[in-house]
């Protein structure tokens, strides 16, 4: 039985699972969508409500009935020929999204994570609303397009967030929208609010940010120590300032994202955290699909091996 890793070409901790599922004895093929059509292929026919057929990939043959997991790491887009339109590419990709993606997901097997349920944990009002009923503590927030409502809502220090992908595209150039404070002066001039949603969250006091992995029933954490003003603020604005340390979370927070990850269907999960000065952890987001290569290498944490663990051991069909 077969693990099967959908993940770029250059994904370096996508080599690193290959390597630990080998050293295990697991046969892994992977595979980056990217390849589809034009360096892959598929064949799929439905018998007796399963779909029976083979990715070809790699200079390989999988079949579906031999697949034990599936680790969706983070493919690539598909990638089509150029003579094609715009408009042609546009709807082959609907195609290939909708029949490769379909078939894969519908097969009996182990997902990390099952693209369904990591579409359905990225929105942030769900991913804030879950933590919540799973017990865990969540920022006073807001999510408005009404200027009188921010105003309203700013009674202390407040910050502005990105509902959806921090990144944007602009100018040949991506850049990322990082955690923004909102001041008096801004409240003062909000044109432009009332043109899209936007999330406002309540300030919390930090000692350290905290970045929690879940995969299965196994739980590793790293406390975050900011070394700039920049990654006090957002860490992800100066990774170079810093510094990592593995920290045990209170039993009440590793109960929370368990059932966090259970109420929503995940098998891994990427959790971000405020440590208060206090002591208290205060929930931000969950990443399904984020990174946790950094943690592995800073501080050791066996995270590669026991989610190779995990897919290796999969679910039976």
Partial sequence: ????????????????????????????????????????????????????????????RIE???LRSIWYRSPSAFRF???????????????????????LASLPVLWVNHPSRNADAAYKPVQLATAASCGLKVPKTLITNQANAVRSFAAGPMVSKALGAAAIVEEGGRKTTFTTRVGPADLEDLRGVERTAHQFQQWVPKDVDARVIVVGEHVFAASIIAGSAES????????GALRYELVAPPIDVVAGVRRYCAELGLVYGA?????????GWVFLECNAGGQYGWIEDALGAPITATLAELLARGVET
């Fill in 271 to 279: 959790f971000d955290f405020v440590v208060r000065p206090d002591g």
């Fill in 232 to 239: 006090r603020l957002d860490w992800r604005a100066d990774y």
């Fill in 64 to 66: 579906f009935k031999a």
């Fill in 81 to 103: 020929h150029a003579e094609m339109s715009p408009t042609e590419r546009r709807w082959a990709m609907s195609e290939a999204k909708y029949s490769l993606g379909g078939i």
């Fill in 1 to 60: 039985m077969t693990v099967l890793i959908l993940a770029s070409e250059d994904d370096i901790t996508a080599d690193r699972m290959v390597r630990a599922l080998e050293d295990r004895g697991a046969p892994v093929a992977r595979v980056d969508t990217a390849w589809f059509p034009q360096r892959a292929s598929v064949r799929a026919e439905l018998r007796g409500g399963r779909w029976a057929g083979s990715l070809t990939a790699g200079g390989r």
